[in-house]
C-alpha cells in the first residue's frame, strides 16, 4: 500500500494531525513540570535534587517553550506543503525560527545549568540542529527567489 505525500489523506496530513497532538501533549507536560520533576527527584536523586531545583526548572520551562514553538512552525509549514507552497519565503522563515529555538535550547544546556553529564552533549546536538536549521532555511529561501522569478517569467 502506497500512501501519498501531499493531499487529502496523505502523510503530511497525518503528520499535520500529530503536529497537533504532540501541541496538546507538550502544554500538558509543561504544566506538570514541577510535579514530574518531584517525581524524579524522589525516584532517582533520592530528595537530593534541593537547589537544583530551581536551576532545572529554569531550563525546562523556556525548553519547553522553544519545544512548542518548533512543532507550530513545523505544523504551519505542513500546511503550507499540503496547500501546494513548500518554497515560501513564509517557510523559509519558519525554518528560520526553528532554527532560533534550537540555538536558545542549546545555549541553555551549554550553560551548564542542568547538573548532568547529558546536557553539554544535549546543547552541542541542539546547536548542530540550530546550524542545519539555518542551512536549510537559505536553501527554501533561495528555492522561493527562484520560483518567484520562474512565476513572473512567460
Excluded at 71 to 79: F, P, T
Excluded at 94 to 100: L, N, Y
Excluded at 129 to 146: G, H, K, N, P
Aim: proline residues 4%; positive net charge.
Amino acid at each position: 500500500m502506497k500512501i501519498p505525500i501531499i493531499g487529502r489523506c496523505s502523510l503530511v496530513s497525518l503528520l499535520e494531525k500529530l503536529c497537533w497532538l504532540l501541541l496538546f501533549a507538550g502544554l500538558a507536560l509543561s504544566v506538570a513540570l514541577p510535579w514530574i520533576l518531584d517525581y524524579y527527584d524522589r525516584i532517582f536523586w533520592h530528595d537530593n535534587l534541593g537547589a537544583d531545583y530551581i536551576r532545572i526548572l529554569l531550563v525546562l520551562y523556556p525548553s519547553a517553550a522553544m519545544a512548542l514553538s518548533v512543532v507550530w512552525q513545523l505544523r504551519k509549514i505542513l500546511v503550507n506543503v499540503n496547500g501546494g507552497s513548500p518554497f515560501s519565503r513564509e517557510n523559509a522563515r519558519r525554518v528560520k525560527i526553528v532554527s532560533v529555538c534550537c540555538f536558545v535550547v542549546a545555549i541553555l544546556f551549554l550553560l551548564g545549568i542542568v547538573p548532568s553529564l547529558l546536557a553539554p552533549m544535549l546543547g552541542l546536538a541542539f546547536l548542530f540542529l540550530s546550524a542545519l536549521a539555518l542551512v536549510l532555511s537559505e536553501l527554501v529561501r533561495q528555492a522561493a527567489i527562484y520560483k518567484e522569478e520562474n512565476d513572473l517569467t512567460i
